[in-house]
C-alpha cells in the first residue's frame, strides 16, 4: 500500500479543523487507528462479548480463544519465547510499575544502583525515584553527550557491580534518538545487572526483537502503533517473571483461596487480576496485522524520511531551534520558535489544521537539561506524507507572521 492508499483506511483523517483538512502531528502521543483496528472491537462487542477463562458457554471460548489469540499475535511481533512471557497491563506505564513494585523492590537493597538516562519519559524515571526511596537504592543518570544521544563509553561509566538494574527508552519521545539499546544491555549483564526497555516509542516504528536485544523487560503501548487505549504488554524473561510476586490480587489471577492464604496461577496470569482489557487485546491484535501488512522496516524508512525533510524545511525558518541529533533519528521533530511559547505555536497551528504537541512531552528533567521550559513537537507515522510537512512549514511561517516576525 501507498501512502494515500493507507491514509484512506482512517477515517479520522477525512475531516476538517478549523476549516482546513486535518494534519495530525501528534502520533507519538498516540497514532490514529485504521477502520480494520475499529471494526474488530465492534465485532468483537457485537458477536463474542464475554468474560474469558472462566465461562465454558460458546462466547466465553469465543472471547477466550481471542484473548489468548492475541497474546500469541503479540509473542511472534516481538519475538518472545512463550505467551507465559507476556503480561498484558494497561500500557507502558503500568508495564514499568510492575517491575520497579515486583522486581526492583526485592532484589534493591541500600547503596545498590539503578541507571537511567535524563532523556526518560516520567514514566520510566518516577517508578525508580520510588525504588530507591523504598530501598535505600541510588538512582544515577547516564551523561547525555551534546546531541542528547548517549556514548556507550557513558554508559560503561555509569554501570557498576553495584547496578541491580538499568532502563532506558528504545528512541526517546523528545529528541528522537534510538538508543543503543541491545549494546547497552550487554554491558549491564556483564555487571550482572538487569536490562528494562521502555518501548513505548519504538514498538510503533522498529521490528523488535526481544531475544535479540537480550532485554529483561520490554514494555509498550498498544494507543501508539494503531492500536487502542488501554492496553499494552511487559514482556519479561520466563526465569524472572517466575519469581516475581504480583503486584494486583483478586479473581482471575488465583489458584486456589483459603481463610487466611492463597495461591496464585501459572504465568502469565497471576500478573493478570481481574477481568481484563479483552476488547483491547482484540484491538491490538488487529493492529499488529495492520502493521505487518505494510511493513516495519517500511514504517521506520517512512517516519525517518519525513522527519529528515521536516528538518530540512525547518532549516529555513530564521528563529527555529531543532532539538536533537540531525541525523539517525525516528519519525518526530522537536523545536521551538524564539520568544514564542510552544503552546501559542500550537495554537496557532490548530487554527490551520495541523495538530502538533506542545508541553514537556513527560520530560522535565530533559527539558531542563534542554534549558528551556517546553518545546514543540512533530511526530509522524504510517499516515503522514510530505505535503503534511509543507502544511507545518507554512503554518510555522503564519505563526511567526501573526507574532511579529519577519519572515525567514
Known sequence: ?????????????????????????????????????????KKYYEYDNANVHRGVHTLGSRATDAYEGA???????INARSTEEIIFTRGTTTA????????????????????????EHHANLIPWQQVAKATGAVL???????????SLEAVEAAVTDRTKIVATSYVSNVLG????????????????????????????HLKVD????????YALSGHKMCGPTGIGALYGKKELLQHMEPVEFGGEMIDHVGLYDSTWKDLPWKFEGGTPIIAGAVGLAAAIDFLESIGLDEIDKHGRQLASYAIQRMQEIDG???????????????????????????????????????????????????????????SFYVYNTEADVDRLIASLLKTKEYFGYAIG
Not at 483523517?13 to 471494526?39: F, M, R
Not at 497474546?71 to 511481533?77: A, I, Q, V
Open 71 to 77: 497474546r500469541e499475535k503479540l509473542r511472534g511481533f
Open 210 to 217: 526481544v531475544q535479540d536485544l537480550d532485554c529483561d523487560f
Open 96 to 119: 514499568i510499575n510492575l517491575v520497579a513494585s515486583s522486581y526492583a523492590r526485592a532484589v534493591c537493597q541500600e547503596g545498590d544502583e539503578i541507571v537511567i538516562t535524563p532523556m
Open 177 to 204: 534518538v534510538v538508543n543503543p539499546v541491545k549494546e547497552i544491555a550487554a554491558i549491564a549483564h556483564r555487571h550482572g545487572a538487569k536490562m528494562l526497555v521502555d518501548g513505548a516509542q519504538s514498538t510503533p
Open 140 to 150: 544515577k543518570y547516564v551523561q547525555l553527550q551534546q546531541d542528547g544521544s548517549i
Open 1 to 41: 500500500m501507498n501512502t494515500e492508499e493507507i491514509r484512506k483506511l482512517f477515517p479520522i483523517l477525512q475531516q476538517e479543523i478549523n476549516g482546513h483538512p486535518l494534519v495530525y502531528l501528534d502520533s507519538a502521543a498516540t497514532s490514529q487507528k485504521p477502520v480494520q483496528v475499529i471494526e474488530a472491537i
Open 320 to 378: 527555529l531551534t531543532i532539538y536533537g541529533p540531525m541525523e539517525n533519528r525516528a519519525g518526530l521533530v522537536t523545536f521551538n520558535l524564539d520568544d514564542v511559547h510552544p503552546h501559542d505555536v500550537a495554537t496557532v497551528l490548530d487554527a490551520e489544521g495541523v495538530a502538533v504537541r506542545a508541553g514537556h512531552h513527560c520530560c522535565q528533567p530533559l527539558m531542563r537539561w534542554l534549558n528551556v521550559t517546553a518545546t514543540a513537537r512533530a
